[in-house]
């Protein structure tokens, strides 16, 4: 009996070591620091601006590993159609799986986005991957603070680490262009993760302060988990002077423009899904991809 007393005591803290190295593991600070580029614009700059045209994609593509079907022939068809759309910039939720990031990222190089940015953290990754047609001249994360519970496991919130990231690409004639993509906590059944939620724009509203004051554009893309009215988004919203641009309403998955004295036209907009043929029962994904066509503008 004590021989068995003393295995199982072993054994309790060999488990108690393993839980302990994963939750210090998940808790280190992520690869990219918070964003400091914060410099405003120069008069300077409007004169020599040039109207753009932009398409932008936002696709939560449900790369979990082992825990989604045919994740990895979804990916080569994601990877496939993504490409087709001949995107500008295109933000990614759940690209966990680094095989997975490296056939989108090779899929859209191959269409002249050049430039991609994952954003690591937590013990599985944020899963947040941008990739820029344009130069990226720097990158930030914020990590939220409030991020769910390392006991629910059947949500995996916690453990991916998720934030927001933060670049700034350069246009080709100069203008800096703020990119922001995240991932807010899933609601699940019944809005549980409301005030997680409410915690996590929360912690957002002084960031987004701080872009519309530099006086430049920016995107504001990803999977809100929430709608475009909700009381999440509506303070960011107006703080930040945001227009909704996917105006078809995505449920969840949302694209806002910004910036002070600048102009986001709409000229088309769309989304994208679709069924593996080999599994017609499996779609792409478990979210749709938003896209939008837009011309940046100074409205003088």
């Excluded at 790369?63 to 990614?92: C, N, S, Y």
């Excluded at 949500?155 to 350069?170: E, P």
Aim: proline share 6%.
């Amino acid at each position: 009996m004590k021989r068995w007393l003393r295995r199982l005591a072993r054994g309790l803290i060999g488990c108690t070591l393993v839980i302990i190295g994963l939750l210090a593991w998940n808790l280190r600070p992520p690869a990219v620091g918070e964003p400091t580029d914060f410099a405003p614009k120069a008069a300077s700059a409007d004169s020599s601006f040039t109207p753009v045209r932009l398409r932008v994609v936002t696709w939560n593509v449900w790369g979990l590993l082992w825990l989604t079907p045919h994740r990895a022939e979804r990916l080569q068809r994601v990877a496939k159609e993504v490409a087709a759309l001949k995107p500008d910039i295109v933000a990614f939720q759940e690209a966990f799986v680094k095989a997975d990031r490296e056939q989108l990222i090779t899929a859209l190089r191959g269409v002249g986005l050049d430039h991609s940015r994952y954003f690591q953290s937590g013990l599985v990754g944020s899963g947040l991957l941008l990739v820029s047609r344009f130069p990226m001249e720097s990158e930030g994360f914020i990590r939220y603070t409030s991020n769910g519970y390392p006991h629910a496991l059947t949500h995996g919130d916690w453990w991916a680490g998720k934030g927001l990231s933060l670049s700034i690409v350069s246009l080709p004639d100069g203008t800096r262009l703020y990119l922001a993509n995240t991932h807010l906590h899933a609601r699940y059944k019944g809005n549980r993760y409301h005030t997680t939620q409410l915690a996590q724009s929360g912690q957002l509203l002084p960031w987004v302060k701080r872009v519309h004051t530099t006086g430049w554009p920016a995107l504001w893309i990803g999977d809100w988990n929430t709608p475009a009215t909700s009381d999440v988004l509506v303070p960011l919203v107006e703080a930040g002077s945001w227009h909704l641009l996917n105006t078809e309403k995505s449920r969840i998955d949302h694209l806002f423009g910004s910036g002070p004295s600048w102009e986001w036209q709409v000229i088309a907009q769309g989304k994208l899904k679709g069924h593996l043929e080999a599994a017609p029962e499996v779609p792409w994904s478990d979210h749709e991809a938003c896209w939008v066509d837009v011309e940046l503008r100074r409205p003088w």
